[in-house]
């Protein structure tokens, strides 16, 4: 059976925001908004994702291989949003570029909002599977609200079935009685494609905002005594919107809390998950530790038995066993090997360590290749860029570091080298040899007692 067809709307500015981006461009544990409705409907098999933008394309960069932009022109309401991406995916079947999904009439077409991101992929295939199962025209999610402040309300008849949706945010859409319900629109529908596309060329702006309101079909299909059914969200989470940063807050939090419980769930040791930030592409393996003020970011992967201290790592790679911290900060293309230690405010990027490698304090390792078992002494500095481009550091097998080496790039260590405390190493150093790169120590006797004599004098 075809994956339903998921329409997200996504073309609101987001004024409240009070920011130039666009809302659902904002970051959410390592995502744009938008991208969690969107893998969310990937996962749950849709055969066609269409993200309705407006007409700077703001979105198109974002999207992932074979998700679908479409344009809707006016900020005119849900229902034109939906009506714009129904357009776009006619258009492109009369191109012949997609299977005609949109018009198989047991293919449905799921809208969910952009800057709703907690919906899951079982949610929205459950929402499916119900909307089969009733044989109705439309299937709305609703959900059961202790303050349903700003939410649709869903109006029912006499007999229990849905009769329509009462927007409330301007007071002249609905009445105080219908203000008082609680059962809500969670703004998320499974619709017969047909009835669909026949309902939306006749939705009215007869509202107090004066826009073209998606529910409205629901309100049409009733009149045309065709059937809407509900389908409940037991979790009022996966409706959750973010109007403004204080939602967007909101929304981290339970997303950022149902990220730790995945990992925890799988043998990852989080010790203060309330002091821990973890990503949603973050991978880490089984017997992992990480300790409490650490943020791991973007596609980190985090290998079996790693300890990771009070750090922050972004985009980085550690192999089993790897120990970071406290304090280091692994960048971009940092790859820890088997055993590998990166200890106390230890910057590291774009740079290989081999296994068992160690640099245990205070040092930059930028744009290097450190062999296995290397130990670098602290103060270890690899001078990487020369004021026009980056060069790399390589360093060999059981190398010996000695304190506040700086290795001025590009330079090669050989294999079982050692470098005197205090060296600049501009050349190459062969492999099994001392490298002593550093003036020589002059003393001078009797210094301070000049240095006295000539105080006493300018004070005379």
């Known amino acids: 059976m075809a994956g339903p067809t998921v329409l ?46 407006s007409p700077e394309r703001a979105l198109q960069s974002v999207l992932p291989d074979g998700v679908e932009l479409a344009v809707q022109e ?30 198989d009439p047991h293919t449905p077409v799921i809208v969910l909002s952009g800057d709703v991101p907690l919906i899951s992929a079982d949610a929205i295939r459950s929402l499916t599977d119900a909307h089969r199962a009733s044989g109705a025209a439309a299937t709305m999610a609703v959900c059961t ?109 339970l997303a950022q809390e149902a990220i730790h419980q995945r990992h925890m769930r799988a043998g990852v040791g989080i010790v203060d998950p309330s002091t821990t930030v973890i990503d949603v592409d973050v991978q880490i393996e089984q017997d992992a530790v990480i300790e409490p003020f650490t943020t791991i970011r973007g596609s980190t992967k985090i290998g079996t038995g790693c300890t990771v201290r009070h750090s922050y790592l972004v985009d980085c790679t550690l192999e089993d066993g790897a120990s970071v911290g406290p304090f280091a900060y692994l960048r971009p293309g940092a790859i820890l090997r088997a055993g590998a230690k ?74 079982d080298a050692y470098t005197a405390a205090g060296s600049v190493v501009t050349e190459d150093v062969p492999a099994g040899a001392l490298a002593v790169a550093r003036a020589k120590q002059k003393n001078v006797a009797g210094y301070a007692e000049q240095q006295e004599r000539a105080l006493h004098s300018q004070e005379r």
Not at 207 to 222: C, H, I, K, T
Request: aromatic fraction near 4%.
């Open 74 to 103: 006016r900020s005119d309401g849900t229902g034109a949003a939906a009506a714009a991406a129904i357009s776009h995916i006619e258009r492109s079947d009369r191109g012949g570029s997609q299977a005609n999904a949109a018009a």
């Open 342 to 415: 990166v200890g106390t405010f230890v910057e590291v990027k774009n740079s290989d360590l081999g296994a068992g490698a160690k640099v245990p304090h205070l040092s930059y390792i930028g744009d290097a290749d450190v062999g296995e078992r290397t130990n670098l002494g602290a103060g270890t500095i690899t001078a990487n860029y020369d004021g026009r481009q980056k060069h790399r550091t390589t360093i060999g097998r059981h190398v010996r570091g000695g304190v506040d080496t700086a290795f001025v790039a590009p330079v090669t260590v050989g294999d």
């Open 145 to 253: 609200l202790a303050d349903p402040s700003g939410y649709g309300r869903v109006v029912r008849d006499q007999a229990g079935a849905v009769e329509r949706v009462v927007e409330t945010k301007e007071l002249g859409d609905s009445t105080p009685e219908e203000r008082q319900i609680r059962e809500v629109n969670a703004g998320i529908y499974a619709f017969e494609p047909e009835a669909l596309g026949q309902a939306l060329p006749r939705l009215s702006v007869d509202n107090a905002q004066g826009e073209l309101y998606l529910p409205q079909v629901l309100e049409l299909l009733r009149a045309e005594g065709r059937a809407v059914a509900a389908y409940a969200f037991g979790d009022p989470n996966l409706m959750l919107g973010v109007n403004d940063r204080a939602g967007l807050a909101l929304v981290r939090k």
């Open 8 to 53: 997200i709307l996504a073309a609101g500015k987001g004024v409240r925001m009070r920011s130039s981006k666009p809302k659902v461009l904002h970051e959410l544990c390592g995502r744009p908004l938008l991208l969690w409705p969107v893998h969310a409907a990937l996962e749950a098999g849709a055969g066609r994702v269409v993200v309705v933008d």
